[in-house]
């Protein structure tokens, strides 16, 4: 077993951590100030800065502009844009666009490829992945899926409801699930839809626990009757579901990475302040129940970055299947963590953690969403104990 990161790519990951510690921590407060007016200035500034160095869009294959890494290098760079909450949307690496350009990159035909994949990396335009429904539609259950497509002979016909489409609002096109047929294995297509196509509806976006960040507002839609030609259908008729699954699974070690980098920061503003701040006689680092906490903290952020980068190795082997339930694993190990971790600094530094003057409260206002996103918690523990029991995991990684 060699743990060690290629040349290549470990040349590349030193790169973005300078540049996230030199660049965007310190002009954090500035783009989130300006973001809450509407305003993109410093943003674009270092998303420019960025790309003048060679550091835009490095996720995706030399041929679309990137480093052409694979999933590892994709999970090395993401854990490092990650110490930031804005750090991946400065090297145009954030959710959803990077999972829609790596699933347009994949299924995408000539027409949509030039018509929506080109311009989204080049930064000009933004997408959304419109898959989750209100009840009684899809949620964390996709076989509940209600939105629909016919085709009336020339054109398809879509109709739905849609919502938690993240950026939507303002997204050039969507990527919308829906359902063609009531086979359960390939009863659902993905349609590439023109956001203000006629008959697509912005309803509203959805008030969170979290304040909105850039394109993190969840947006709520509805399609009556939209018409799609032949070429609005992404890879087959019937794929939809095999598609969603290449495009999640991938997507959750994106998540993992960005989420482990926030942890490992906020662990690390951690150690600062308790090895300065005096309590009952003696640093606060040195007394054994704050020492618990951050053992347990180190060890579940490296837990969750062997997982992670486990399943990146599968990937690139080819071993979809064991990927799968190693990404369930590390997704919900992961996401957990990060909201142990932040409710442990809030925690470690009393009064002054649970306000504002320090981003913890902040932090995990967004963090709470990890452990519903991309399937709850309880779903990836589902898969994990089914695989296991099935026979079809080996906890020897065979």
Not at 1 to 19: A, G
Not at 82 to 103: E, T
Not at 250 to 265: E, F, I, N, S, Y
Not at 348 to 373: N, T
Request: aromatic content about 8%; charged content about 20%; hydrophobic content about 40%.
């Amino acid at each position: 077993m060699d743990f060690s990161i290629p040349e290549p790519i470990r040349t590349v990951q030193l790169r973005v951590r300078n540049f996230v510690s030199e660049h965007i921590i310190p002009n954090e407060n500035k783009v989130l100030e300006q973001d809450r007016r509407g305003e993109r200035a410093a943003m674009s500034e270092l998303q420019q800065t960025a790309r003048s160095m060679g550091l835009w869009t490095p996720h995706l294959p030399v041929e679309l502009g990137g480093q052409g890494l694979g999933v590892l290098g994709m999970c090395a760079l993401f854990r490092e844009m990650g110490r930031s909450m804005i750090g991946a949307r400065v090297f145009h690496c954030d959710a959803p666009d990077q999972g829609n350009m790596d699933l347009l990159a994949k299924a995408a035909g000539p027409i949509i490829r030039q018509r929506y994949l080109e311009p989204l990396v080049r930064g000009e335009i933004t997408s959304a992945f419109c898959m989750t429904e209100p009840a009684p539609g899809a949620g964390s259950d996709p076989s509940l899926l209600r939105t629909s497509a016919y085709w009336d002979g020339l054109q398809w016909v879509l109709d739905g409801h849609k919502w938690y489409s993240t950026g939507a609002r303002d997204a050039a096109f969507l990527i919308v699930m829906a359902r063609t047929s009531n086979d359960r294995k390939s009863g659902a297509t993905m349609f590439v839809v023109d956001r203000h196509a006629p008959g697509v509806s912005y309803v509203r976006d959805i008030p969170t626990m979290a304040e909105p960040l850039l394109a993190h507002r969840e947006a709520e839609l509805k399609f009556d009757g939209v018409r799609l030609g032949p070429d609005a259908v992404l890879g087959e008729v019937g794929d939809g579901f095999g598609l969603a699954q290449a495009r999640l699974v991938p997507a959750r070690l994106t998540h993992c990475m960005r989420w482990l980098g926030l942890a490992d920061r906020t662990l690390t503003t951690c150690r600062d302040y308790l090895g300065s701040r005096m309590a009952f006689g003696k640093l606060l680092a040195e007394h054994q129940l704050v020492q618990l906490k951050i053992a347990e903290g180190a060890t579940a952020i490296t837990t969750g970055n062997l997982l992670t980068f486990y399943c990146a190795h599968l990937l690139e082997h080819g071993n979809f299947a064991t990927a799968k339930t190693a990404s369930s694993m590390a997704k919900t190990h992961v996401a957990q963590t990060l909201c142990k971790v932040l409710d442990d600094a809030i925690q470690l530094h009393g009064g002054k953690g649970y306000s504002d003057d320090l981003p913890f409260a902040q932090w995990y206002r967004h963090a709470r969403a990890a452990r519903i996103a991309d399937g709850p918690d309880e779903v990836h523990q589902l898969v994990v104990a089914r695989e296991f029991l099935s026979g079809r995991f080996s906890l020897l990684g065979e």
